[in-house]
C-alpha cells in the first residue's frame, strides 16, 4: 500500500539556522511528490512539487526539496529559517495507479522557529 | 481571485440531524476533493471526483455522501451525523492532471454532540 510517513511531531529551530522536516514514502512506480503547509487557521497551501527531472527542487518561500529515489526520500529544507516559518508542514503523494485521484497525506510536523 | 470556498466555516450539530457542507471553486478544475484533518492522523481522503457525475471513494468514505452535479460544485452530506464525524474538514481542487497541486479552501470545522 502506498504511504508517507513524517517521523517527527515537531521540529524546532532557532531563526537563521538552517531547516529541516523529513519525509519517507512508499509508493508503486514513479511518485508523484508535493509540501504543503498550513497556518493557523487556515487551508493548506502549496510550496513545492517533485514530477520528474532534478532531484533538487525549489518553492515558495525559500523552500526547497531534495528527491532521493535510493532512500525514498523528499525531506523539505530551507537556509535560513524564519520565525513567520513556524506553521504545520504536510507531505503528500498522488496516488499514479488511480491516475493520480487518491492523495496520501503524511501526519504533518510542526514546526517552530523561535526568535 | 481563483478560489475554493466553504460553507460553513463553523457548525456545531446533534447527532443525527443531517447537513450539507458546500464547497465550490472558480478555477474550472475537473477534480475535487474532501478531506478530514484529525490530530496526529494528518489529512485523510473522503471521496473525489474526477469530473461532473464521477466520483469515486477516498480513504475514509464511511457516514458520509457527495455528489457532483456541477463542475464547479462539490457538496459533502453527512445523512447522520456521529460523534466521530467531529473534526475539520477541507474541500480541494486540481486541474485533472496528477501532477498538479491541489488548491484547498479555507476549512469548515464540524462539532457533532
Known amino acids: 500500500a502506498q504511504s508517507v510517513a513524517q517521523p517527527e511531531d515537531q521540529v524546532n529551530v532557532a531563526e537563521g539556522n538552517p531547516l529541516t522536516v523529513k519525509c519517507t514514502y512508499s509508493?508503486?512506480?514513479?511518485?508523484?511528490l508535493f509540501w504543503y503547509v498550513q497556518y493557523p487557521n487556515r487551508g493548506l497551501q502549496f510550496l513545492l512539487k517533485?514530477?520528474?527531472?532534478?532531484?533538487l527542487v525549489k518553492g515558495s518561500y525559500g523552500f526547497e526539496a531534495e528527491f532521493n529515489k535510493s532512500q525514498t526520500s523528499f525531506h523539505l529544507k530551507k537556509p535560513s529559517a524564519l520565525v513567520s516559518d513556524s506553521a504545520l508542514y504536510f507531505c503528500?503523494?498522488?496516488?499514479?495507479?488511480?491516475?493520480?485521484?487518491?492523495?496520501?497525506f503524511g501526519a504533518g510536523t510542526r514546526l517552530f522557529v523561535k526568535a | 481571485e481563483a478560489q475554493v470556498t466553504q460553507n460553513p466555516r463553523y457548525l456545531i450539530t446533534v447527532t443525527g440531524k443531517k447537513l450539507t457542507v458546500t464547497c465550490s471553486q472558480n478555477?474550472?478544475?475537473?477534480?475535487m476533493s474532501w478531506y478530514r484533518q484529525d490530530p496526529g492522523l494528518g489529512l485523510r481522503q473522503i471521496y473525489y471526483?474526477?469530473?461532473?457525475?464521477?466520483?469515486d471513494k477516498g480513504d475514509v468514505p464511511e457516514g458520509y455522501k457527495v455528489s457532483r452535479k456541477e463542475k464547479r460544485n462539490f457538496p459533502l452530506i453527512l445523512e447522520s451525523p456521529s460523534p466521530n464525524q467531529t473534526s475539520l474538514y477541507f474541500c480541494?481542487?486540481?486541474?485533472?492532471?496528477?501532477?498538479?497541486?491541489?488548491?484547498f479552501g479555507p476549512g469548515t470545522r464540524l462539532t457533532v454532540t
Open positions: 517533485y514530477i520528474t527531472g532534478d532531484n
Open positions: 503528500a503523494v498522488r496516488d499514479i495507479r488511480t491516475g493520480g485521484f487518491k492523495t496520501i
Open positions: 480541494a481542487s486540481s486541474p485533472r492532471d496528477e501532477s498538479y497541486e491541489q488548491y
Open positions: 509508493v508503486s512506480g514513479n511518485p508523484y
Open positions: 478555477m474550472n478544475h475537473e477534480y
Open positions: 471526483s474526477m469530473n461532473v457525475e464521477v466520483t
